[in-house]
């Protein structure tokens, strides 16, 4: 058991220095998106949307996320970056976790997370501060949670309600789902709980 999960820990440590290898470098600068979203996580209004590049209201999640990580590390590329990477990260666990729940095979589990974090578009929306994998983990944490705890997975649901722009779509469409599911589930007689 401590072989697993030192072996789970390993991964996760190659994977941050992967994601975090010359973070100030490659993509060569920031892209005006990510440079508003550090702005407005720098001076954290008391606003739950965010006014972004004069053009449109940006979700709340990726500035609030950011703003802890600038409240305590100096504003630089590599620190306007980790954010997105440690939200990159937290979706390969989750995705470890979910897979390992419903198939309940340990190398599997291990394969989907790695397959996860080597994707190419994951890795690189992980090395920028935009709002493209903010949605994942609470859909992660959705489909982890729908069978064991409804509400904190409804809850979830709603939180990434503001994670991401198609997420005003997506999440309710899941619940919509969850509540099919939990329909399903009682009409077969199991325990939706």
Partial sequence: MLKNKLKYLLLI??????????????????????????????????????????????????????A???????????????????????????????VRKVLKNNQLALLAGVLLAVSPAFFINSRLLLDNIYIVPFVLLWL????????LSGLFLGLGFHSYHAAKIYMPLYLVATLVYGYMAKCHGKNFC
Avoid: C
Avoid at 42 to 57: E, G, V
Avoid at 144 to 151: G, H, M, T
């Fill in 13 to 66: 440590l190659i994977f941050l220095a992967l994601y975090t290898f010359r973070l100030d470098k490659v993509p060569v600068h920031l892209n005006q998106d990510e440079a508003m979203f550090a702005l407005n996580a720098k001076d954290l209004t008391p606003s739950f949307y965010f006014w972004h590049l004069n053009a449109f209201w940006a979700t709340p999640v990726i500035v609030y996320w950011t």
């Fill in 144 to 151: 982890i949670l729908i069978d064991v705890n409804p509400f």
């Fill in 68 to 98: 802890i990580f600038l409240k305590f590390l100096p504003v630089s590329e590599i620190f306007i970056r980790l954010p997105s990477v440690f939200a990159g990260l937290i979706s390969v666990i989750l995705t470890v976790v979910l």
